[in-house]
């Protein structure tokens, strides 16, 4: 019995961890992370030589649902491909290929993403393409390749067209070793790159995407010691362009991690045991070293041939021996040194290379050029019709049919319906392929932009005048001893005349009518009269009088006029806004009569906008702000502003093209002479104004480029 008890309990204890392993593994599975069960491996990479053509396989564990992400580098000669949630189950990080362009595959692994980077010989375009569980990429050289007909330095990812895409900080750094790396923040890894060296200068296109206002700048740079200098990013339509300016020699490499794009300046350091170097203009093969006695042209060519995977085709015109020794230099440059001492030329097409005299050359290239003369002679015409959207159709007439520098041959033609804004053209199909491709970058909408001036008049005026009226009055007595009257009063012209009074005799009966011995009142200040304050001292007898009055007046004013005239234009179209008062006045005429003719007195924006490339605009501008001004004989006069001047102003900037101050101080002084100098009491005969006026003007210019986006609204 009690066996029994324990082989049941051992089965029911058996039971429970069964069910228990069950739950966790379902568990494992229904709760597993979603990139866990989407996880890829790299099992495999293989290549095989088809022609011109390398054809690389990566094997996958499971089948890839879209095209990784990739880009080429083209000094040194990479391809690189990102896998996401992606590991590497190959057993090695180097892949050596014996055959074809690849020289190695290096696997790298940063936590759930792997990178393939191809090690080329050459520069070469690429292709993509999945095969069941294959990621296949075809290899061609840069002049047959079909995904890009231009031999471009650089070859990122086209824009994925979804969503707005946008830079969200541009941050400039050193390296160890003096590099520059200039690294932008994007919204997405699906921002389209396009990115070239164009002169001295690289340029960094971000297709379909906008810049923020604050990252509109240019970033001056050179302090930080390396090759780049500026570093100067803009909004041009609807992409992005960043100019890096470096200096000196130097080399650049650009790469891309999910949302950070790093492109990388490194100097170049002269090394003298070497005869040239590879980042020279125009020689960016591989290098090698060549050292021969009195060796045979064509064998020459044959080793070289055999170091570029090149075919070469030598005529039998080739013929000589050449010594040489050559020591690290590019396999491009080599050859062009061959080639010159010899007095030969090449021509390539594909990966094939013709070598022959230049004579030759230029006797079969004029040959083809007069074959392709006559042919045009005799092939036929066509006749297309071009409806045209924005540019008028005499305007393209013009263009086309310019006889100094026709566009067109010489039995095309070309007519006009400007009721219909129609072109048609007669021509051969490769003159209106031509035309065509003109009309699609003629025909295409103006940008606009929105000019707004502000003409700003300020006044600060301000004005004193002090002035004084002295007299003194004595009245006379009568015989019998009772006093007279007299009477005071002012007179402003300040003649004094001696009259009797009334009722007064003797000697002392006579009195001055004028009492104001010292007239010297304050005037008043644009109609406003000054206030006054008078005072009378008299005896006890009231007998002699001594009258006092003061007055004063001081003025402050203070004005300001804004005038904000704005106009919208098309880009090199002129534009005119005014806004005044036409002032009449008579004209003598030829037979001595007189007209009436008139005068504006407006405020006038004259201006013409030219965008320029980087985004900025150019301004031809004449601002006129006039005013009447005084009455004259003739009539009023005319107070005129103008500036006229041409200015480069940034999108959305504003910048001050003209100012006029002015500053009017006066001091004015009335006295008695003599009484007017003594000390203190010398301001009772004296009366003085003081005039201190302050006028300025500013003008300032603000363009703004209007977007497509805005003229829809």
């Excluded at 690290?328 to 061959?338: N, R, T, Y």
């Excluded at 007595?477 to 007299?486: D, E, I, L, N, S």
């Excluded at 008579?586 to 985004?615: C, D, H, M, Y």
């Excluded at 003739?634 to 940034?650: H, K, M, N, P, W």
Aim: aromatic content about 6%; proline content about 5%.
């Amino acid at each position: 019995m009690t066996t029994t008890l324990r082989n049941a309990g051992s089965a029911a204890r058996m039971a429970a961890r069964a069910a228990l392993v069950a739950f966790a593994a379902c568990a494992a599975v229904l709760f597993a992370p979603p990139a866990l069960a989407q996880a890829n491996s790299i099992e495999s990479v293989a290549s095989v030589q088809q022609g011109s053509t390398t054809y690389l396989r990566i094997g996958l564990k499971n089948p890839p649902t879209t095209t990784p992400a990739g880009f080429s580098v083209s000094n040194p000669p990479r391809i690189a491909f990102d896998f996401t949630n992606t590991d590497n189950r190959v057993g090695k990080n180097s892949i050596e290929l014996p055959q074809g362009d690849v020289r190695s595959v290096a696997i790298v692994q940063a936590g759930e993403r792997a990178r393939v980077v191809l090690n080329l010989k050459r520069p070469l375009g690429y292709n993509t393409s999945i095969d069941g569980n294959t990621l296949v990429v075809a290899l061609e050289p840069l002049a047959t390749a079909g995904s890009a007909p231009a031999p471009a330095a650089y070859s990122f990812a086209k824009s994925d067209g979804k969503g707005a895409h946008s830079l969200r900080d541009i941050d400039f750094r050193r390296g160890k070793e003096g590099e520059g790396r200039v690294v932008v923040d994007l919204s997405d890894p699906g921002v389209g790159v396009d990115i070239r060296q164009q002169g001295q200068s690289i340029i960094v296109d971000f297709l379909k995407a906008t810049l923020p206002e604050n990252l509109r700048r240019r970033l001056d740079v050179a302090d930080f010691g390396t090759p780049v200098t500026s570093v100067r990013t803009t909004q041009q339509g609807e992409n992005v362009r960043m100019v890096i300016e470096p200096h000196g020699e130097w080399e650049h490499n650009a790469y891309q991690s999910d949302t950070q794009f790093v492109v990388e300046v490194k100097p170049v350091r002269a090394d003298p045991s070497r005869l040239a170097r590879g980042t020279q203009a125009g020689y960016r093969g591989e290098k090698l070293s060549l050292n021969f006695q009195s060796i045979d042209i064509r064998a020459l060519l044959q080793v070289i041939a055999d170091f570029t995977n090149l075919n070469i085709v030598t005529s039998d015109s080739v013929q000589g021996n050449l010594t040489l020794r050559l020591k690290d230099v590019p396999w491009d440059q080599a050859l062009d040194i061959i080639l010159q001492s010899k007095g030969l030329d090449m021509r390539k097409n594909g990966n094939v290379i013709m070598v022959a005299p230049r004579d030759e050359i230029a006797a079969k290239e004029k040959l083809d050029l007069e074959s392709r003369a006559q042919i045009s002679e005799i092939e036929p015409l066509r006749t297309e019709t071009f409806q045209l959207n924005y540019q008028k159709a005499e305007a393209l007439h013009k263009l086309l049919a310019d006889e100094k520098q026709r566009v067109l041959s010489k039995r095309g033609s070309v007519v006009v319906d400007e009721r219909t804004n129609k072109v048609f053209v007669q021509d051969t199909a490769t003159r209106l392929e031509e035309v065509r491709k003109i009309i699609a970058q003629v025909d295409v909408p103006v940008r606009q932009v929105l000019i707004e001036a502000r003409i700003v008049e300020a006044d600060d005026r301000f004005s004193r005048n002090l002035g004084v009226r002295l007299g003194f009055n004595r009245v006379g007595f009568p015989a019998g001893g009772v006093a007279g009257q007299g009477t005071i009063s002012g007179n402003l012209q300040g003649v004094h005349d001696l009259t009797p009074l009334p009722g007064a005799v003797g000697t002392g009966s006579t009195a001055l009518a004028n009492t104001n011995f010292v007239n010297l009142p304050a005037a008043n200040i644009s109609g406003a009269n000054p206030s006054t304050f008078a005072i009378s001292l008299f005896n006890s007898g009231m007998t002699r009088f001594l009258n006092l009055e003061l007055s004063a007046l001081e003025a402050d004013q203070r004005g300001k006029v804004v005038s904000s005239p704005r106009v919208l234009t098309a880009d090199q179209g002129k534009a005119i806004i005014e806004q005044g008062t036409e002032l009449p006045y008579q004209q003598a005429t030829s037979s001595g009569a007189t007209s009436i003719q008139f005068r504006k007195a407006n405020l006038k924006l004259e201006v013409t906008p030219q965008i320029t490339p980087e985004g900025n605009v150019i301004l031809a501008v004449e601002v006129n702000r006039d005013a009447v001004g005084q009455l004259t004989p003739s009539g009023y006069a005319i107070d005129t502003r103008r500036v006229q001047t041409q200015v480069l102003v940034e999108n959305g900037g504003t910048v001050v093209i003209g100012g006029i101050y002015e500053q009017f101080e006066r001091n004015t002084v009335n006295k008695v002479p003599l009484l007017g100098d003594l000390p203190v009491v010398g301001n009772a005969f004296k009366n003085t104004a003081r005039t201190n006026d302050r006028t300025e003007l500013l003008v300032f210019l603000t363009p703004r480029v209007v977007t497509d986006t805005a003229m829809a609204r």
